[in-house]
């Protein structure tokens, strides 16, 4: 395929010292696709940095799975990760798992109905009046669209 057509990998397969995984199907914008990529820590955990100096966001990565599978544009999307850490400035979440599911996402312009689930073992906040209301492991279930800004 050309960039504006798509990519069609057979197999790919990453193998390093931290981190693990396989790439395999088809991406087309102009017709059927069906891709899948996962990922997962030959260790405990692969731990990235993101955000900024101001804004720091320390992740340890565990596994991802991403899978896409349907017509053109707007394929079904489904996304898992396991997450044993994320740290940011002002919080830090232990355990945090989520399973995500669009049945038409616009990879295009990462718009489209999303829903899931989202699951933290502990949440610790820097404000001793919200960190009692977070006590103990929390599930939320989403439901909604994500949109552009405007």
Do not use: C, M, W, Y
């Not at 966001?57 to 990760?81: C, F, M, N, R, W």
Request: no cysteine; hydrophobic share 40%.
């Amino acid at each position: 395929f050309s960039s504006a057509g798509g990519v069609a990998i057979d197999r790919a397969t990453l193998s390093g010292d931290k981190i693990s995984g396989k790439a395999a199907g088809t991406i087309n914008p102009n017709g059927a696709s069906d891709f899948s990529l996962d990922l997962a820590s030959t260790g405990p955990s692969l731990p990235l940095a993101l955000g900024s100096t101001e804004s720091p966001i320390k992740l340890e990565l565990q596994a991802l799975s991403v899978k896409a599978a349907g017509q053109g544009t707007q394929p079904q999307l489904d996304i898992s990760a396991v997450l044993p850490s994320v740290a940011t400035k002002f919080s830090d979440v232990e355990g945090l798992t989520l399973a995500l599911h669009s049945d038409a996402f616009d990879v295009k312009s990462r718009t489209g109905p999303v829903s899931g689930t989202v699951t933290a073992n502990k949440i610790g906040l820097d404000n001793p009046t919200i960190a009692p209301l977070l006590a103990g492991k929390i599930t939320a279930k989403v439901a909604g669209d994500l949109a552009t800004d405007t």
